[in-house]
């Protein structure tokens, strides 16, 4: 179940992560929420630890 949480990002993570967003919104054809973006990035790098 997904929560709300409000986060402060530091602008060149947000340029970062918006990069990723279109970069995947162009190869799918299909939207990527931001969130979704935020999810997975976090993800990838918690599978790693």
């Not at 060149?12 to 970069?23: A, H, M, P």
């Amino acid at each position: 179940m997904a929560q709300r949480i409000t986060i402060m990002l530091d602008d060149d993570l947000v340029k970062k992560l918006r990069l990723k967003q279109s970069q995947i919104i162009q190869k799918s054809s299909s939207s990527a929420s931001f969130s979704h973006v935020v999810n997975e990035s976090l993800r990838a790098c918690l599978k790693t630890k």
